[in-house]
């Protein structure tokens, strides 16, 4: 089942005195924020749409000002809270290129139509991506997202079919 919204970024403090909330950002691309009119807000599982009057970045935190959070206080009420977009307002990926949401609990076979695990997590690596595979027996196996290991990714028939080459195991 496909999410239908994805979160990108965590509010995780208010920003000088007019009510703007500082945001970690979840997106490899921030300036997507830019572009964003409104977004949406989980607060005990429910989400609330809000507008967004104004967009600054600082290092690698987007700065936002949401309208109705007009003080200090306001905007510490929102501190942990998540930020998300619905999937149809979420970029256009290129070609073999995945959202994290879509890969999260997939199995994985071997080539050979092993099942190595589910992907638990992924992360960078710096050089690529890093899925990380829960085997059945709670170990966990890395293996890098580079296209001589990661064979075939199917969102269709959900599973991800991988090549281990040689000192990956």
């Known amino acids: ?15 000088g005195i007019k009510g703007m909330v500082k945001v970690n950002p979840f997106t490899d691309d921030i300036s997507k924020f830019k572009s964003l009119k409104s977004i949406y807000i989980e607060k005990d599982k429910k989400l609330t749409q809000v507008e967004i009057e104004e967009v600054k970045f600082s290092k690698n935190q987007v700065l936002l000002k949401i309208k109705g959070i007009n003080t200090i206080e306001e905007a510490e009420n929102y501190r942990g809270y998540y930020l998300k977009i619905a999937r149809e ?21 071997t080539d050979e ?5 589910n992907v ?8 690529n991506d890093i899925y990380v595979i829960k ?6 196996i890395l293996l890098p997202a580079i ?3 990661i064979k075939e990714v199917d969102l269709e028939q959900e599973k991800i079919i991988v090549h281990l080459i040689k000192g990956l195991l």
């Open 147 to 149: 296209k001589e290991v």
């Open 113 to 117: 139509g092993i099942l190595l695990g």
């Open 89 to 109: 307002d979420a970029k256009k990926l290129p070609k073999n290129t995945y959202f994290i949401a879509d890969l999260i609990d997939l199995p994985v076979y």
């Open 135 to 140: 085997a059945s027996d709670g170990k966990q």
């Open 120 to 127: 638990n997590d992924i992360y960078n690596s710096g050089a």
């Open 1 to 15: 089942m496909k999410q239908e919204y994805f979160e990108i970024g965590q509010i995780v403090n208010h920003f």
